[in-house]
């Protein structure tokens, strides 16, 4: 892959504002500079701050001081390389190291910055053998954690991401579509995710996650695999995935062979309940628990128990927050809902006990002070039909 494939199709006046908006919140926190530490798991802070990805099996380090250019370390030559021709960060602030812990600290020290606060984001995604070497040369740094910080900073999305996140979704469409327009009965389901695969990648997408479910008996998606697909199983397809140049789409879709009956119907009808309701609870000045809470007061209320609720989506498919019910509840995080951020809304209905038989679906919302935009419309039945 070139350069030019791995840059987003962001402005300069997009970094400046990204760049302006923390470091007016690492000054409110007394901050000297923030450390972000990335690699093919951990990727996104870096890369909404230096429109650098991670490629390969490479490590990477920002230096973001308050006042100074940020500095960059990667761990390879070629990253090295692919830095120099697309990132926000000054060609002669990116350097290559064999031992970035090491070579980290000495900038830091170069910048009398040894014995100021500084955030980290996050304690959970550094190295431990880095972590202690990098603490042996800088051992009065004072570091705190940053993630919220940062998490907060790229939840409100501006006009230019939205336009990317988007053109994801247009892609989200193309893959469902693909998906049923391929789904016949006897095919493995690994089959039919090869047709997507196919075309998702034409289309410049590169991090992705297929689950499915096309067995009645299980109460949860899992892999596609050697599966045969078989009627009148209902089938539930989830595309979830980043486009290599950022931002990223979950829509998971179910389609039936035949009209749902029974207690299955009923899950149906409740769908089209949680599509009236979340747009009225996903709204600025609510909190995220507030939604999780409607949401499974209303599972249960129709007999149902229900997880995995949601979460925002933003340069990865999943960013913070998480939507849960409350503090005891998974995937608890304390937010306040805020303007122009995107949320994906998937909870997973099953009968009470944990149960099968599944009903998941999963749309995108993007919050607006003036109402809440249904972003993912496109197959849009309660059921969608095979035919």
Not at 25 to 46: K, Q
Not at 62 to 90: C, G, H, N, Q, Y
Not at 162 to 174: M, P
Request: net charge negative; glycine share 6%.
């Amino acid at each position: 892959m070139d350069a030019k494939g791995l840059r987003q199709e962001l402005s300069i006046k997009e970094k400046e504002r990204r760049w302006s908006l923390v470091r007016e919140s690492m000054r409110r926190e007394g901050l000297a500079a923030i450390i972000l530490y990335g690699d093919t798991l951990h990727w996104v802070s870096i890369r909404y701050l230096t429109n650098i990805f991670a490629t390969g099996a490479t490590q990477q380090v920002l230096l973001f001081p308050v006042d100074e250019d940020p500095i960059f370390l990667t761990s390879l030559p070629r990253s090295e390389f692919f830095a120099k021709k697309s990132s926000w960060v000054r060609p002669e602030n990116i350097y290559c190291s064999v031992n970035w812990a090491e070579d980290l600290a000495k900038h830091l020290i170069a910048l009398k910055l040894q014995n100021k606060r500084v955030g980290i984001d996050s304690y959970k995604t550094w190295p431990v053998r880095e972590y202690r070497i990098f603490r042996g040369f800088c051992p009065d740094v004072a570091l705190m954690e940053a993630s919220m910080l940062l998490s907060k900073i790229r939840g409100p999305k501006s006009s230019e991401e939205i336009k990317l996140i988007e053109e994801a979704i247009r892609i989200g469409e193309l893959a469902q579509k693909t998906f049923l327009a391929n789904l016949k009965p006897g095919m493995k389901e690994e089959e039919v995710v090869g047709k997507v695969e196919d075309v998702v990648r034409a289309n410049g997408v590169d991090l992705r996650l297929w689950l499915m479910s096309s067995t009645s008996e299980i109460p949860y998606p899992d892999f596609p695999g050697e599966t045969i697909i078989q009627r009148p199983n209902p089938v539930t397809f989830s595309s979830e995935f980043v486009r290599t140049r950022g931002y990223g789409c979950q829509v998971v879709r179910t389609y039936c062979w035949e009209e749902p009956k029974g207690e299955y119907k009923r899950m149906w009808e409740l769908w089209e309940e949680l599509r009236r309701v979340v747009p009225k609870e996903l709204r600025p000045g609510h909190e995220v628990t507030e939604l999780g809470a409607k949401v499974e007061d209303l599972v249960d209320e129709w007999g149902f128990e229900c997880d995995y609720l949601g979460h925002a989506v933003g340069l990865n498919m999943s960013d913070a927050p998480y939507i849960s019910s409350g503090p005891r509840k998974q995937r608890y995080m304390e937010w306040t809902i805020m303007s122009n951020e995107v949320y994906v809304v998937h909870p997973m209905i099953r009968t009470k006990g944990g149960g099968p038989p599944l009903l998941w679906l999963a749309d995108m919302y993007l919050v607006g002070e003036d109402g809440t935009k249904w972003l993912t419309q496109f197959l849009p039945g309660l059921p969608e039909m095979i035919y």
